[in-house]
């Protein structure tokens, strides 16, 4: 008897995780299965980890986030006592990264309620063209990066679940006017060298009590012509109650030795 609950009780749970895959009366299966998947308490991030990231991958086990120089655990510092931390410096310092994991394990532990991701749609030199598909569609190219980077803490079908329920949003710059980032929210605006200074102006003004807001940008890598709001923002804002500045430098690059390299060459700095 005990082993006949225990097999109902394996199926059921399979049946809570997964929709029935082919055999007869699989359309209603799914059906139920998007039905109680839609209804699910999306506040609770922790419990969605658990039962979701089993439909997508194995589970596995988390640690959590650790500084690999001094300078990302500075960065890291600040963004966790500041509203609004800026993070300077080349490639492959973990700007964006030490970002996104802060802002994930926020989210899973229930201390924030959303992430917005945002970052103006500028290509590096090229234009794409016209992008197919609804505007979820055409913005995901410019935050494939990020998106990695929730999935690595929070796991993939939780990343999914939370975009398809708002509890993460992706969007561009330009959509960002005549919103409030309000409270239990953390904002982070990458490429930020790429914005004008009345964009940058139009996102700071943004900024609601008690949200926490990341921006990351390489002054050295502007993509646009004539002054950028990233480095117009830094003038003005220093020394204001609330918000750090940190920079990293080339020697803080954790990407690979080849990176800090080939900035050498880029920037003519010789060892």
Not at 86 to 97: D, H, M, N, R, V
Request: hydrophobic share 35%; proline share 4%; charged share 25%.
């Amino acid at each position: 008897m005990a082993k006949r609950s225990q097999k109902r009780s394996v199926h059921y749970n399979e049946e809570m995780t997964r929709p029935h895959q082919g055999g007869k009366g699989s359309s209603k299966s799914n059906k139920r299965y998007k039905r109680r998947r839609n209804n699910e308490d999306s506040s609770n991030i922790v419990v969605l980890n658990s039962l979701l990231d089993t439909a997508y991958k194995p589970q596995q086990q988390k640690e959590p986030l650790e500084a690999k120089t001094p300078a990302q655990q500075k960065y890291i510092n600040a963004i966790k006592n500041n509203c609004l931390t800026f993070g300077l410096g080349p490639a492959g310092t973990g700007k964006s990264y030490c970002a996104g994991a802060l802002a994930a394990q926020a989210l899973e532990s229930g201390r924030i309620e959303q992430i917005i991701f945002t970052r103006p749609a500028v290509e590096a030199g090229e234009q794409l063209g016209f992008l197919p598909g609804k505007l979820e569609d055409k913005f995901s190219v410019y935050i494939d990066a990020f998106r990695d980077i929730l999935n690595e803490v929070l796991g993939k079908g939780v990343v999914e679940y939370c975009l398809r329920h708002g509890r993460i949003v992706g969007a561009p710059l330009a959509f960002m006017r005549g919103k409030t980032f309000k409270a239990s929210t953390f904002v982070i605006l990458d490429e930020a060298q790429n914005i004008t200074p009345n964009q940058m102006k139009m996102f700071l003004t943004r900024i609601g009590e008690d949200c926490k807001v990341v921006i990351n940008g390489d002054n050295n890598q502007s993509d646009i012509r004539g002054p950028n709001g990233l480095d117009d923002a830094i003038c003005k804002l220093r020394g204001l109650a609330g918000v750090h500045i940190h920079t990293f430098e080339r020697e803080d690059s954790v990407r690979s030795g080849l990176v800090r390299n080939v900035l050498d060459r880029y920037e003519n700095i010789s060892d």
